[in-house]
């Protein structure tokens, strides 16, 4: 059986779950509703978080040709989880770059492009959403050759095959014009362009890990792609890993489990040969890029890098008059545990143990994070985590922070108000595109200058903008950043909010919590439109007595509440804030309660 190895990369929400879904369901391996995204975030937000394996079988075995086996790995779209598509290139012989036929190319298109190119891989195109009411599938093509030719494409990559599709019907066509009823022209296509995945079985087996999982009973699982020979189950092999320039660290082990995937599904097998991607057990130490073989003077494979995090934030024990009430794991060894835990698949983390009061945890994102402590919290982990910070080097007396390149679509009405806005927090304009009453805007701007502004944003477009960001590198810093910053409305008592007091206080600024909601001193109940932290009374009721006035007892009437969420919290929190995070419950808190 002949195996092809794919990878399926594109910006965030250009439909690439969406398509992996339809390629499933085509070929038999699934039915109904089930979903790559498995992941309960993944479903609720619509994105892809982690990377994925699963294979297809094509053709159909009555078909009477050579059933060819696909491996194709979904990938991430969000800058946060860039590394995550980095490392799944090195893997795979072909990438599928999938390109919204409205969007057009867009900021990590452009980053997973650029990776595929540099590791000579050659691009399969497709444009995808051809049935969007405003699609321009001809202008976005010729959008996407400008980009592999600005990206220095060579004369191969250049000749790339387009198909073209609509994801989510389940439909690929060569040509606009052509009729389809499903994606046999995209798998037919695969099996033409997608050279067929080789390797000497002859040789002794030689494999290189590329994602990592983690299974209680199994432990640490490492996805891997096998390079030569053929890898059994009870294999003795040796884990190599780039120790230094010179030398590698080498740790013997033995495989206890193998898998291969099919559909959503891990299978288990008893062995696998060169050119498949498997998942391994029994390795409690291997790593990102480190090299599997069976003879220990086998040459290490080049390394895989990891991207560094650009940001950090301090993870601590609740301490607050309500720790202890909603949540399960609740003390520092807990949570320490559970970080623990995270490091062994979430490969872009970091973590600083060495403070005793509190766990500094680095990351890739906002995001990146308010993943990491939506899961804690659904798990029924309680703690707090301060404001984040962005990473700032010093290397030779120099300060570097971190950049980005961030592209917005905008309607043409607001778009002096985007420039505006990001040129305050140090945003350089690099380009303007005029597209059909709106603009896309491309900026490079330090990490700090975005941070908070995704909120603000949404504000300025009246939700009608698109922002998208990623990391560029570390460059020299560039001294203060103007934010807009928020005051707080602080509860100075504790007891439950009454509609009376929030009546009063919505005049002040814009309020988080609902009548009835109980509160303590120091909690943050809202922001003030003034920018100056503000202590109130929000459980302050109407004054009983006798006297009467016309029009004293008018109805009270409050506008809607802005519900906090992780991410919410973390763009609006001041530096002498945390942010309260329990199963039920996200609070913004004073560190220093009692005024």
């Not at 294999?235 to 033995?254: M, R, S």
Request: glycine share 8%; proline share 4%; hydrophobic share 40%.
């Amino acid at each position: 059986m002949e195996i092809r190895n794919i990878a399926i990369i594109a910006h965030v929400d250009h439909g690439k779950t969406t398509l992996t879904d339809a390629l499933m369901k085509q070929t038999g391996m699934t039915t109904g509703d089930v979903t790559m995204d498995s992941n309960a975030l993944e479903q609720e937000r619509g994105i892809t978080i982690y990377a994925k394996n699963t294979s297809v079988y094509y053709p159909p075995k009555d078909s009477g040709r050579i059933v060819t086996k696909i491996n194709i790995v979904d990938t991430p779209g969000h800058s946060d989880f860039g590394s995550e598509v980095e490392r799944v290139l090195r893997s795979i012989d072909t990438v599928l770059l999938l390109v919204d036929a409205q969007e057009g190319p867009m900021p990590q298109t452009r980053f997973v492009l650029k990776k595929s190119l540099e590791l000579g891989l050659k691009p399969i195109v497709i444009i995808n959403k051809i049935d969007k009411p405003a699609a321009r599938p001809d202008e976005v093509h010729e959008m996407v050759l400008e980009l592999f030719l600005e990206l220095g494409a060579s004369e191969e990559q250049l000749d790339f095959t387009t198909v073209f599709a609509i994801g989510r019907e389940g439909i690929a066509k060569m040509k606009l014009t052509d009729e389809s009823k499903d994606l046999t022209p995209l798998l037919e296509t695969i099996l033409r362009e997608v050279p067929a995945a080789g390797g000497d079985k002859t040789k002794p087996a030689k494999m290189q890990s590329f994602n990592l999982a983690y299974d209680n009973f199994l432990g640490r699982l490492a996805v891997c792609r096998v390079y030569e020979g053929v890898i059994k189950v009870g294999d003795n092999v040796f884990v190599k890993q780039h120790h230094d320039e010179n030398a590698a660290k080498i740790v013997p082990g033995k495989l206890t489990k193998l898998f291969s995937f099919e559909g959503v599904k891990r299978v288990e097998t008893k062995e696998a040969s060169a050119g498949d991607i498997v998942m391994i057990a029994g390795l409690p130490t291997v790593y990102i890029g480190d090299t599997i073989c069976q003879d220990e003077t086998t040459e290490l494979l080049p390394s895989i890098n990891i991207d560094e995090p650009t940001i950090s934030l301090n993870f601590l024990v609740n301490d607050s008059p309500f720790a202890g009430r909603e949540g399960k794991f609740v003390t520092g060894r807990q949570i320490r545990d559970r970080l623990e835990k995270e490091l062994e698949v979430n490969v872009g983390l970091k973590i600083d143990w060495n403070n005793n009061e509190y766990f500094t945890v680095y990351g890739r994102g906002e995001l990146h994070i308010a993943i990491l402590l939506e899961n804690m919290r659904r798990e029924g982990y309680e703690m707090q985590v301060s404001q984040p910070q962005v990473i700032i080097k010093e290397e030779n007396g120099v300060k570097t922070e971190p950049f980005e390149e961030v592209t917005v679509d905008v309607p043409d009405a607001v778009a002096s108000a985007v420039i505006s806005r990001l040129t305050e927090r140090k945003g350089l304009l690099m380009n303007i595109k005029q597209g059909h009453g709106s603009q896309r805007l491309t900026f490079e701007i330090p990490t700090r200058g975005l941070l908070g502004y995704r909120g603000q944003f949404v504000v300025d477009t009246k939700g009608l903008g698109i922002l998208s960001s990623r990391f560029i590198e570390f460059r020299d810093y560039v001294g203060e950043v103007n934010k807009t910053t928020y005051g707080s409305m602080v509860s100075m008592t504790a007891g439950k909010v009454l509609a009376f007091a929030l009546d009063n206080l919505q005049q002040r600024g814009t309020l988080y919590l609902d009548p009835g909601v109980e509160v303590y001193e120091g909690m943050v109940i809202g922001n003030t439109s003034k920018g100056e932290d503000l202590y109130v009374n929000p459980t302050k009721g109407k004054q009983l007595t006798n006297m009467r006035a016309s029009g004293s007892d008018g109805s009270v009437y409050l506008a809607a509440t802005f519900k906090l969420d992780i991410e919410k919290a973390m763009e609006i929190m001041s530096g002498d804030e945390f942010i309260e995070i329990t199963p039920k419950s996200v609070r913004l808190r004073k560190k220093v309660l009692r005024k």
